[in-house]
């Protein structure tokens, strides 16, 4: 059970907490200063929120048919690795 709850830990969570979570936050704060009303606000955070879900499930069948099909020995977390040196080398 040890093995399973480490990798749910490196597939997924970690992913949602590099990549997710501070987005969500600085996206958050940003709409707080918005002039829109509070129930547009919290309409368009839940859409980010599904939005942000179909990314890191996109990344996921990414990795899967590399895996699969292509041979690639790559996971997640690694793919997330990537992608954040890749925005980091951009800013």
């Given amino acids: 059970m040890r093995n399973f709850s480490d990798k749910i830990q ?32 919290s309409i368009s955070i839940i859409e980010l929120i599904i939005i942000f879900a179909l990314i890191l499930l996109l990344i996921d069948l990414i990795t899967y048919v590399s895996r699969k099909y292509l041979g690639l020995k790559m996971n997640m977390l690694s793919f997330t690795y990537q992608l954040n040196k890749l925005v980091s080398s951009i800013m």
Avoid: A, H, K, Q
């Fill in 10 to 41: 490196t597939l997924y969570l970690v992913p949602i907490i590099t990549i997710t979570l501070p987005f969500l936050l600085l996206l958050f704060v940003i709409s707080l200063y918005s002039p829109e009303n509070i129930l547009e606000r």
